[in-house]
């Protein structure tokens, strides 16, 4: 099983930056791919970005230029940079670990971006 911890999240003007980071724990080898989605309320669970066991990295349209998905493999953690922050990325971000059989998330991080 893996562990998810997110942390990084809080309140921001718009145009600033925030970093999450998603720190694992558990059978970390198992995982194929990890990556951070978010909900805003009233909406349903959409994909930020994703980063594979080999690097490769995918984002959503909404989020490509401003947001970065990174990994430090030393510190098992998966960070999200997220620069340029509008109000429409106000929302819980979680993190996601995808194994052959499994998934695991994480309880969620607050961000809240204001106008």
């Known amino acids: 099983q893996v562990q998810l911890v997110e942390s990084g999240g809080g309140l921001v003007q718009s145009g600033g930056a925030l970093r999450l980071s998603c720190a694992a724990s558990?059978?970390?080898?198992?995982?194929?791919?990890m990556g951070w989605y978010r909900q805003a309320p009233g909406k349903q669970r959409e994909l930020v970005a994703t980063?594979?066991?080999?690097?490769?990295?995918n984002y959503a349209d909404s989020v490509k230029g401003r947001f970065t998905i990174s990994r430090d493999n030393a510190e098992n953690t998966v960070y999200l940079q997220m620069n340029s922050l509008k109000p429409e990325d106000t929302a819980v971000y979680y993190c996601?670990?995808?194994?052959?059989?499994?998934?695991?998330w994480g309880q969620g991080t607050q961000v809240t971006v204001s106008s």
């Open positions: 558990g059978s970390i080898s198992s995982i194929a791919v």
């Open positions: 980063i594979a066991r080999g690097g490769s990295t």
């Open positions: 996601n670990a995808n194994m052959i059989l499994r998934t695991s």
